[in-house]
């Protein structure tokens, strides 16, 4: 990730997130993020057009119904359906997508996406997106987030 394309993801996925979800986030060191035994999951979706790649947000599973409830103004407790908690991250992707590619390609750009992909990660698989240099770390109300940018040159 170039040295213009790290802060334009974190100040839009951010500033949409926060207006999406009502959930407050700050960017941190993957190193601060304390992943645990916990199972995590993967939305991911590919782009193309003026700006051609992959991004995947990854949570904790027990974050989803949080994210599902804010964005459906519901009480989270009724929401434990695989299909509402995929649905709700998919529809997190799908917005923090399109802004994060208007951010970096410009307000006019022409681009595809794919329909969103999730996914439960083996801990390995969580581990090694940690550690992956295209990863940016957030706490999202203190719990982890990760998102993964991979931008082809094309």
Same mark, same amino acid.
């Given at each position: 990730?170039?040295?213009?394309?790290?802060?334009?993801?974190?100040?839009?996925?951010?500033?949409?997130?926060?207006?999406?979800?009502?959930?407050?986030?700050?960017?941190?060191?993957?190193?601060?993020?304390?992943?645990?035994?916990?199972?995590?999951?993967?939305?991911?979706?590919?782009?193309?057009?003026?700006?051609?790649?992959? $991004? &995947?947000?990854?949570?904790?599973?027990?974050?989803?119904?949080?994210?599902?409830?804010? !964005? #459906?103004? +519901? *009480? %989270?407790?009724?929401?434990?359906?695989?299909?509402?908690?995929?649905?709700?991250?998919?529809?997190?992707?799908?917005?923090?997508?399109?802004?994060?590619?208007?951010? $970096? &390609?410009?307000?006019?750009?022409?681009?595809?996406?794919?329909?969103?992909?999730?996914? !439960? #990660?083996? +801990? *390995? %698989?969580?581990?090694?997106?940690?550690?992956?240099?295209?990863?940016?770390?957030?706490?999202?109300?203190?719990?982890?987030?990760?998102?993964?940018?991979?931008?082809?040159?094309?």
């Amino acid at each position: 990730m170039n040295d213009q394309t790290q802060p334009t993801l974190e100040q839009t996925f951010i500033s949409v997130v926060e207006k999406l979800t009502f959930m407050f986030g700050e960017q941190v060191e993957p190193a601060e993020i304390d992943a645990g035994p916990e199972t995590w999951v993967q939305s991911i979706l590919e782009f193309t057009g003026d700006v051609t790649g992959s $991004l &995947a947000v990854i949570v904790p599973e027990s974050l989803q119904p949080e994210i599902a409830a804010n !964005i #459906l103004g +519901l *009480d %989270a407790d009724g929401l434990d359906t695989r299909e509402v908690l995929d649905d709700a991250l998919g529809e997190v992707l799908n917005v923090v997508s399109g802004h994060v590619i208007m951010a $970096l &390609a410009g307000p006019g750009a022409n681009f595809q996406l794919s329909p969103p992909v999730n996914s !439960i #990660l083996s +801990l *390995d %698989a969580r581990d090694a997106l940690l550690v992956d240099e295209n990863s940016t770390a957030f706490l999202l109300d203190e719990e982890p987030v990760l998102l993964n940018l991979k931008l082809s040159q094309e």
